[in-house]
């Protein structure tokens, strides 16, 4: 079946505008997650989705970053006033979430540039 | 708190020789382990998982990995390296928090 689906797969933007990133959960994944991947930092996570539960927000790096998740299911990522420092992959992560050992899946992230 | 260290952030093998990608792990409680790999602009692809049980986990491609309490490592082994097989390797650890906790990766390069 379909994987996660991320979109755009590239983007280039200028410093200081507001960008948005997209993914698609396999279809009856409960749980969404956002990592960011870095030449510096390696992959570090951003937020979390469960469901109807409260986002975990902890990984957020600042309050430029938002992100929400209509009807459970798809996605946004939101950078607002973007610095060269955002620039990074972004990649997003479902998985069924039933128990603490389900894996997740990948998909294949979007390459974000700021100039 | 957790965090996981992957000694080498290069290793270089021949084709057919062993492949062995080192990951300890720090735990207060018993952790899920994972490892994953990832291809030139490409997400991160599940090659095995750790949970409870067996000690030797086996995963996808030929790829196996053992879980040593003792010496909180979960290292990736595979007999004989294909060319196919270069690629960036993760290992991550997750408790009772939801996110995976990354390694900080392996970059595995197969000499012909």
């Known amino acids: 079946g379909a994987g996660v689906s991320q979109s755009p797969s590239n983007k280039v933007t200028e410093k200081g505008k507001d960008v948005e990133l997209r993914c698609d959960p396999i279809s009856g994944h409960t749980a969404l997650y956002w990592y960011r991947q870095s030449l510096g930092q390696g992959l570090e996570f951003l937020i979390y989705f469960q469901g109807n539960s409260a986002p975990d927000k902890s990984g957020l790096p600042s309050d430029r970053f938002s992100a929400e998740r209509t009807g459970g299911s798809v996605s946004t990522l939101t950078i607002q006033r973007t610095q060269q420092e955002d620039s990074a992959v972004y990649l997003c992560?479902?998985?069924?979430?039933?128990?603490?050992?389900?894996?997740?899946?990948f998909g294949d992230g979007t390459r974000l540039s700021i100039l | 708190a957790q965090s996981v260290t992957q000694l080498g952030s290069h290793v270089s093998v021949s084709e057919g020789a062993l492949v062995l990608l080192r990951c300890n792990y720090s735990s207060s409680v018993p952790p899920y382990l994972f490892w994953y790999v990832q291809y030139p602009n490409q997400g991160l692809q599940l090659l095995l998982k750790?949970?409870?049980?067996?000690?030797l986990v086996k995963g996808i491609n030929g790829f196996e990995a053992e879980f040593k309490k003792s010496e909180t490592s979960f290292h990736l082994t595979k007999p004989s390296a294909h060319m196919s097989d270069a690629a960036e390797y993760f290992c991550?650890?997750?408790?009772?928090?939801?996110?995976?906790?990354f390694g900080s990766g392996t970059q595995l390069t197969v000499l012909p």
């Open positions: 991550a650890v997750k408790t009772s928090a939801r996110q995976l906790t």
């Open positions: 750790y949970t409870t049980g067996a000690t």
């Open positions: 992560a479902s998985s069924l979430d039933r128990h603490p050992e389900e894996p997740q899946h």
